[in-house]
């Protein structure tokens, strides 16, 4: 999966604004180029463990994907952070998956944005595989 420098470093921002809680948001990008062109976030409506879970509202997200119809663009996946912990799939994070959408995790260490790695569902729910991801310009 490639993503675009600009995305990968608005992830990192995202994440070091809303430590010590989770962030989260939605992958835009190019399906035919497998591209992620940009990281919309969205607001964590978790309200009762907001340090280690999120939860996307709904609204956002169709939202978001009604801006997209009538484009070349997609939801190609989301992105959430580990606040304090390693940028790996956890087994709410697995339990949680569907097969196809990328899941981009970035580690913030502290309040610093630390690793970021991607995954993608083998199904529903998980198994979890890492997934290369490329930063390009």
């Not at 809303?18 to 591209?35: K, S």
């Not at 994907?65 to 580990?82: E, F, I, M, N, Q």
Request: proline share 8%; net charge negative; hydrophobic share 35%.
């Amino acid at each position: 999966m490639k993503i675009r420098q600009r995305a990968f470093d608005s992830i990192r921002a995202h994440g070091a604004k809303g430590f010590p809680h989770e962030i989260c948001g939605l992958l835009i990008g190019d399906p035919a180029e497998m591209l992620i062109t940009e990281a919309r976030p969205v607001r964590n409506i978790e309200t009762q463990n907001p340090e280690v879970r999120y939860l996307i509202d709904d609204k956002e997200d169709m939202r978001i994907r009604k801006s997209l119809y009538k484009t070349d663009l997609d939801v190609l996946g989301y992105y959430h952070s580990h606040p304090n912990h390693p940028a790996a799939p956890s087994v709410f994070d697995t339990e949680r998956s569907w097969e196809s959408y990328v899941y981009v995790i970035v580690s913030v260490r502290d309040g610093k944005p630390a690793d970021m790695n991607a995954f993608v569902a083998q199904r529903d729910r998980g198994p979890m595989l890492p997934e290369p991801l490329e930063v390009v310009g």
